[in-house]
């Protein structure tokens, strides 16, 4: 494995669930990691926690300007991990009954994967990664009024695929959950998830994000693989 002492991580969504474990990842590895999200509160806290050499960077994914700034700030770095939502959870709506400003906000995943590697290809260096967040949907989408987000997840996926071959040889990859133990869910929610998963995947238990991060990291530091989408979802699309 390549040496990933003193590298630059940017990793957006740090503050919670699967960026925060992977920024962990990363700490134990000797890596710079630049912790982005929205909130900088929290990002300190998370900076507290796991130590080693970190930067706080407050960022509003779904603003151009906020997001240039941000990477300006960075400058040249060799790995960026894209994990961040955007309260897409609250968004459900059946199509017949979903409004237009609804449906906008549902592609806010696709926009801020967007921003963030529009501006971060200018940045990165050469032999560096990108890895941004699709979901398991775009194989077998929901019928529960994610339609509009199902579509943000295939639209990040089919985008990602091409900025692997436009701005190679940076590599693009994909990662596609499946239902993961993170804060978008509310505590009764982890709970019904919990049980649905045990009585329904083979795996038998609802993902973690650490359990993620071991795929985000992976997929960032493997010099032999671009433009691919891994799906990781306790086996969800087996059933």
Request: hydrophobic letters at 40%.
């Amino acid at each position: 494995m390549i040496s990933l002492k003193d590298k630059k991580v940017v990793i957006v969504g740090a503050s919670s669930g699967i960026g925060k474990a992977l920024a962990k990842l990363f700490i134990e590895k000797e890596s710079i990691v630049y912790l982005v999200s929205r909130t900088e509160s929290k990002l300190k806290q998370v900076q507290e926690e796991i130590g080693g050499i970190t930067h706080v960077i407050p960022m509003d994914m779904l603003n151009e300007h906020s997001v240039n700034k941000a990477f300006s700030k960075i400058g040249k770095f060799d790995f960026l991990s894209f994990s961040a939502v955007s309260d897409e959870t609250k968004l459900m709506s059946q199509i017949k009954d979903m409004d237009t400003e609804i449906a906008q906000r549902g592609m806010e995943k696709f926009w801020g994967t967007f921003n963030c590697c529009r501006a971060a290809a200018n940045y990165i260096n050469k032999g560096g990664s990108i890895v941004v967040t699709s979901s398991m949907a775009i194989y077998r989408p929901s019928k529960n009024g994610a339609s509009i987000m199902n579509a943000a997840s295939a639209a990040v996926n089919v985008f990602a695929k091409s900025l692997a071959r436009e701005i190679s040889p940076t590599r693009v990859n994909i990662i596609a959950p499946g239902v993961v133990k993170t804060g978008v869910w509310t505590e009764n929610e982890k709970t019904n998830f919990s049980e649905w998963a045990k009585n329904t995947l083979p795996v038998e238990h609802l993902g973690t994000a650490d359990e993620l991060a071991y795929t985000y990291f992976n997929a960032l530091t493997n010099p032999y693989m671009t433009g691919t989408t891994i799906t990781v979802d306790g086996g969800l699309t087996l059933i």
